[in-house]
T-cell receptor
Framework: NAGVTQTPKFRILKIGQSMTLQCTQD?????MYWYRQDPGMGLKLIYY???????DKGEVPNGYNVSRSTTEDFPLRLELAAPSQTSVYFC????????????FGQGTRLTVV | GDSVTQMEGPVTLSEEAFLTINCTYT??????LFWYVQYPGEGLQLLLK?????DKGSNKGFEATYRKETTSFHLEKGSVQVSDSAVYFC???????????FGTGTSLTVIP
């Protein structure tokens, strides 16, 4: 029972490099989310998607891009990494049905040096 | 807009002490309310939830009651254990929405 799977678990990037954080879910959820969690802070929504082909900005979208070509996958792209993007990134998904919870991946710890 | 405010931490308790973490919310309509727990180095896991007024969510000895009159969803446990040391997040989702709103998290450390 995989749930939400994120890869990689850890990554170190140099300033200006790019990378894609992968997220896949096997629960056939319509909604998917990307959050970042800075040390000692709560969660900030980066982007979310309500279904394949539909994405929308969250609270902190600058410096990131997403796509949703399938129900299962919701990759997050960093084009020009900056030290301010050092954080732990969480992907989550939820059902379209009301009153249901979000399910989280284990997170990707990213350091930009 | 919708929001969640929860008690600032960190909280340090001795084993077997009583725990309360306060959470209040602002939302239109009738949101569902959640408590999530995050253990070190891990993602968030659902601890309990309540979907309508006066519902009580419970799990692993933790409880929270959905109080619409006070817009609150306080987390309680009668006797904490060292293994309860974690960060706890209060959250809501509107019944017509698709975005989750999280509190800032409360770090709990339980000492033997």
């Amino acid at each position: 029972n995989a749930g939400v799977t994120q890869t990689p678990k850890f990554r170190i990037l140099k300033i200006g490099q790019s990378m894609t954080l992968q997220c896949t879910q096997d629960m056939n959820h319509n909604y998917m989310y990307w959050y970042r969690q800075d040390p000692g802070m709560g969660l900030k929504l980066i982007y979310y998607s309500v279904g394949a082909g539909i994405t929308d900005k969250g609270e902190v979208p600058n410096g990131y891009n997403v796509s949703r070509s399938t129900t299962e996958d919701f990759p997050l792209r960093l084009e020009l990494a900056a030290p301010s993007q050092t954080s732990v990134y969480f992907c989550a998904s939820s059902s379209r049905e009301s009153n249901t919870e979000a399910f989280f991946g284990q997170g990707t710890r990213l350091t930009v040096v | 807009g919708d929001s969640v405010t929860q008690m600032e931490g960190p909280v340090t308790l001795s084993e077997e002490a009583f725990l309360t973490i306060n959470c209040t919310y602002t939302a239109t309509g009738y949101p569902s309310l959640f408590w999530y727990v995050q253990y070190p180095g891990e993602g968030l896991q659902l601890l309990l939830k309540a979907t309508k007024a006066d519902d009580k969510g419970s799990n692993k000895g933790f409880e929270a009651t959905y109080r619409k009159e006070t817009t609150s969803f306080h987390l309680e446990k009668g006797s904490v254990q060292v293994s309860d040391s974690a960060v706890y997040f209060c959250a809501l989702v509107a019944n017509t929405g698709n975005q989750f709103y999280f509190g800032t998290g409360t770090s709990l450390t339980v000492i033997p």
